[in-house]
């Protein structure tokens, strides 16, 4: 199971900067699976990826653009097909 603090280091790791940072950081939004990671840089472009920090294992699953963020909180477990997970090191 992973916690709060563990997610937001590997949303850090991930984005590349600080929580605070106000152009490059991110928050994290809380949910039954795990938490989103809402990346400032992404948030008002079209076809941004999204990604989840899964609750019971740390993995890490990537999901296409046209599967909105409001779809992945409340539809968790019927989206997870459609996303990847993200291989340690890789950019997206």
Do not use: K
């Amino acid at each position: 199971m992973i916690t709060r603090n563990q997610a937001e280091h590997i949303a850090a790791q991930l984005v590349g900067a600080p929580a605070d940072d106000p152009v490059n950081g991110w928050a994290l939004q809380e949910f039954d699976a795990g938490w989103l990671i809402q990346e400032h840089a992404r948030a008002n472009l079209r076809g941004a990826a999204s990604r989840v920090v899964e609750r019971a294992s740390g993995r890490v699953m990537c999901f296409p653009s046209y599967i909105p963020p409001g779809r992945i909180l409340e539809e968790y477990d019927q989206v997870v097909a459609d996303g990847f997970p993200e291989e340690p090191g890789a950019v997206s």
